[in-house]
Nanobody, 124 residues
Framework: QVQLVESGGGLVQTGDSLSLSCTAS???????MGWFRQAPGQEREFVAA????????YYKDSLKGRFFISRENAKNTMYLQMNNLQPEDADVYYC??????????????????WGEGTRVIVSS
């Protein structure tokens, strides 16, 4: 079965950069993957997505140019590079993976597998 494990979260200061990783195991075929984030009491929010080959990327509009998603299938790993972090970026970040091929990428129900999350804390 598929397992996704996030890493790279931690405490940073406003303006710092941080890179998250998501390592997958049990993958039998490569499909789109994405990152979401969630604060207590709020809906899980789409952050970014990447196609199976890494050739297409998608971002929450307000994060374009500041967050960058990529993947390296040979290492079973997806990345999220976060630059110029702000207090509003502090959340638990979740890795997600599809098990089918389509163009729906920005909603929780579009994905079939989830990691347990990694927390990002941004201090002023």
């Amino acid at each position: 079965q598929v397992q996704l494990v996030e890493s790279g979260g931690g405490l940073v200061q406003t303006g710092d950069s941080l890179s998250l990783s998501c390592t997958a195991s049990g993958i039998t075929g490569w499909y789109g993957m994405g990152w979401f984030r969630q604060a207590p009491g709020q809906e899980r929010e789409f952050v970014a997505a990447v196609s199976w080959s890494g050739s297409s990327t998608y971002y929450k509009d307000s994060l374009k140019g500041r967050f960058f998603i990529s993947r390296e299938n040979a290492k079973n790993t997806m990345y999220l590079q976060m630059n110029n972090l702000q207090p509003e970026d502090a959340d638990v970040y979740y890795c997600a993976a599809k098990s089918h091929c389509d163009d729906d990428v920005d909603y929780v129900s579009d994905y079939d597998h989830w990691g347990e999350g990694t927390r990002v804390i941004v201090s002023s």
